[in-house]
């Protein structure tokens, strides 16, 4: 059932974008942050978020707009932000 553990992983990759989208993060600070505190390969993330400003580009359009209009975040709050994340998916893979 290699497909199926795939297509979990994939789905967990999305959930998280999700949240990093929620927190404002740009695709650069998504990656990085996955890439550092959940060991996922930056270029599974890039693949998944590109697959979903496919799916919704007035979504991504907007945040995009919205980004440019706001100041990045800082180092330290992206590490908090991304450590909230693991924690809430570890959390909710426990349920």
Known sequence: ??????ASYIHMVHHMIEKCLIFNMSKEECVEALSKHANITPVITSTV???LEKENK?????????????????EEETNQLIQKIISDSSKESDD
Not at 1 to 6: G, K, L, T, Y
């Open 49 to 51: 978020w590109k697959e």
């Open 58 to 74: 007035e979504f991504f359009k907007a945040y995009e707009e919205r980004q440019s209009k706001q100041g990045q975040m800082s």
């Open 1 to 6: 059932m290699a497909d199926s553990s795939s």
